[in-house]
């Protein structure tokens, strides 16, 4: 068979492959991530049947699939939206990056992996998935839940700090001693506040120059903005995903709503073709190794989320159980993880840490959604309403 | 003695609003920002949570505010937002504590401020539609305002003496 019939029945069969996946996940009620991701792992280097077509299309649309994951990110926001969190939420937003980040890095440096991949760690595990916790809320029914607000405001400030931690691990992935580095550091996060500033000053003007009332007229120009400025910004070893996601926040209003609305199918499409490019990348010589690890960093880090929830959530006033619903919540990583990895491993750091990644949002992203059920049960309700009596008569006394 | 409405931002979902009753019972209403609300009542053993959640379409929505007392024009500007994209309509409850109790109208400056017209004061089951400048605010009323979403949120602001 010539080469292009080749290409597409294999393209075909994998994207008729995620859909079946997919099917099966939504009947499970969880995310169809982790299933794409272990199809990847099935037909990638080291698996069961090794892909051989059809590369090229999955590179390229992996790329389109991370720069659409943001774009939408950011149109779900607006700059004020943002800037008001940041200010509201602040300690609350600092705790969570000190006790989440911090395993990551440790174990990246316990395996010998160096500070670059210390640094790509701790982006891991400090971001929860926002995509799979808002999911998840509405779900359970959870969405009018007094606690709800501070889960989303920490996924807005984790999603908001991506802006300015992308840019530095890319720097610092590129790597080019002490002084480049500092100074391609400094010229990331300048080109970040400046488009930051734009969106915040003028993103009525972007919102107008994308608007249009012919969705297809929509979806061209505002694909086509978020791809132009995302190249732009990787030509500047700023990340094309934050390019993307910070042409995102610009647009707000009217011309936000429908936007979201023509791309979401795009998205769904291409950041499928993502999750299964990091599969397929991912040895699986290398995941068995790292199965231990990965379970360790889990566990570790499914508690220090659970603590960030519990905290921050006490501090706005939340009663017992309210502050373990919203520990619980916030414990799937997902999307943002893998787009560090992807990231840390196309940079040449060690390819262990891509099996590791993967392992791990795979452990959190299907036991998050699993144990965020647990603060619903009986037992746990009396449980929590027996502690909070308890240190109410203690109080008292 | 008017109802306290608290307002709560769900970045990236809707709005959140809740009321406290009398009995200590909490009722919130959720609107999402890709249109439908869910109307949520909370348990009474821990008021966090909420233990019924019921979607709403904007009809059945429109019809539980007739149905408690809401008037007619509510309904025929529900009508008119359907038609023209981006106008929005919100009735926000003036509250004890608002600068505004006992001023007029003109003083909120609604319309130079916010772009925002106050269309009618609902005070307790009378309707006052088109109140002009000099019309004089009470406590617990409820003020009808048709503009954009940004300009409403101002004039809520505004409103609770907060912006």
Not at chain 1, 356 to 370: K, R, S
């Amino acid at each position: 068979m010539e080469h292009g019939a080749l290409v597409l029945i294999e393209i075909g069969a994998l994207i008729l492959g995620i859909g079946l996946l997919s099917r099966l996940a939504s009947r499970l009620g969880i995310s169809p991530i982790p299933f794409i991701l272990l199809a990847g792992l099935a037909f990638g280097e080291g698996g069961l049947f090794p892909f051989s077509q059809g590369e090229e299309f999955i590179e390229i649309g992996a790329e389109i699939g991370v720069i659409l994951l943001l774009l939408m990110l950011g149109l779900e926001y607006t700059a004020q939206e943002l800037v008001a969190n940041l200010k509201g939420s602040r300690m609350a937003g600092l705790i969570d990056m000190l006790l989440n980040a911090t395993p990551g890095a440790l174990i990246a440096l316990l395996l010998g992996w160096g500070p670059v991949a210390a640094v790509a760690m701790a982006g891991i595990t400090w971001v929860s998935s926002s995509g799979v916790v808002a999911k998840m809320l509405q779900d359970l029914g959870r969405l009018t839940n007094r606690e709800t607000p501070v889960v989303l405001s920490l996924l807005v400030i984790e999603d908001f700090a991506m802006a300015f931690y992308l840019p530095v691990l890319t720097a610092l992935l590129i790597g080019t001693g002490l002084i480049a580095g500092t100074i391609s550091v400094v010229i990331a996060l300048l080109a970040v506040i400046l488009i930051l500033y734009v969106a915040l000053r003028h993103g009525r003007l972007v919102s107008r120059l994308v608007w249009s009332r012919e969705a297809d007229v929509l979806l061209l120009s505002v694909l086509g903005l978020g791809l132009l400025v995302a190249g732009l910004a990787a030509g500047a070893n700023v990340s094309s995903a934050v390019g993307a996601f910070l042409v995102g926040i610009a647009i707000s209003g009217p011309a936000a709503k429908h936007a979201q609305r023509v791309l979401t199918p795009l998205r769904d499409l291409f950041a499928a073709v993502f999750f299964l490019f990091v599969g397929l990348s991912t040895d699986t010589g290398d995941l068995v190794p790292m199965l231990v690890p990965a379970v360790a960093l889990a566990v570790v880090t499914m508690g220090t989320k659970l603590l960030t929830g519990y905290i921050a959530a006490r501090r706005v006033g939340i009663a017992e159980p309210g502050r373990w619903r919203a520990g619980f919540a916030l414990m799937p990583r997902g999307e943002f993880s893998i787009v560090i990895a992807g990231l840390a491993v196309a940079a040449g750091v060690d390819s262990s840490l891509a099996a590791l990644a993967t392992a791990y949002v795979l452990i959190t992203m299907i036991a998050g959604p699993l144990l965020a059920r647990i603060p619903d049960s009986r037992r746990f309700k009396l449980a929590t309403k027996r502690i909070q009596a308890n240190r109410r008569a203690r109080q008292a006394a | 003695m008017p109802a306290h409405v608290e307002r709560a931002e769900l970045p990236g979902i809707g709005v959140r609003h809740d009321i406290v009753t009398d009995q200590g019972r909490r009722l919130s209403v959720l609107n999402l920002r890709e249109g439908g609300r869910e109307l949520a009542l909370a348990d009474v053993d821990d008021p966090d949570r909420a233990s019924e959640t019921i979607a709403l379409t904007d009809d059945e929505a429109t019809a539980l505010s007739e149905v408690l007392g809401g008037s007619l024009i509510l309904t025929q500007l529900a009508a008119l937002q359907e038609q023209v994209a981006g106008l929005s309509i919100e009735q926000i409850p003036l509250r004890a504590d608002s600068p505004f109790v006992g001023r007029p109208l003109g003083d909120t400056k609604a319309r130079t401020r916010t772009r925002c017209s106050i269309v009618a004061i609902v005070r307790e089951s009378t309707v006052l539609p088109a109140p002009g400048p000099a019309d004089l605010f009470e406590s617990g009323d409820t003020v009808v305002a048709v503009g954009t979403r940004d300009g409403l949120d101002h004039l809520v602001r505004i409103i609770a003496g907060t912006g």
